[in-house]
């Protein structure tokens, strides 16, 4: 029987990931983490459904505000998208 042992450098990684506030639409949200480490600074997005461990989308980008930026049209995207899936469900331009 083989015991995993825990990771040694798993808290520093931890500490070097710095987590941004959490964009939602509807059900979708997105997620922004940045690793201290690297340089130049890139900034990832993840966009999921609540309840859900798939990951709809991951991009990266330079900037907090280009990530920001993508993330708002695509959870709009998707909220609208879903939206308009259901029925009797008005759909308002936005």
């Known amino acids: 029987m083989t015991i995993p042992m825990p990771d040694p450098n798993a808290e520093s990684e931890i500490s070097n990931v710095i987590r941004y506030e ?3 639409n509807g059900a979708f949200f997105a997620d922004f983490r940045r690793d ?3 340089d130049p600074e890139v900034y990832h997005c ?3 459904r609540e309840g859900m461990t798939d990951i709809l989308r991951w991009s990266q ?3 907090l505000n280009a990530a920001m ?3 708002r049209a695509e959870l709009k995207r998707l909220s609208t998208k879903e939206r308009a ?3 009797n469900t008005p759909v308002h331009p936005g």
């Open 22 to 24: 959490r964009l939602q």
């Open 36 to 38: 201290k480490r690297l």
């Open 46 to 48: 993840v966009i999921q």
């Open 61 to 63: 980008h330079r900037t």
């Open 69 to 71: 930026r993508t993330a």
């Open 85 to 87: 899936q259901l029925p």
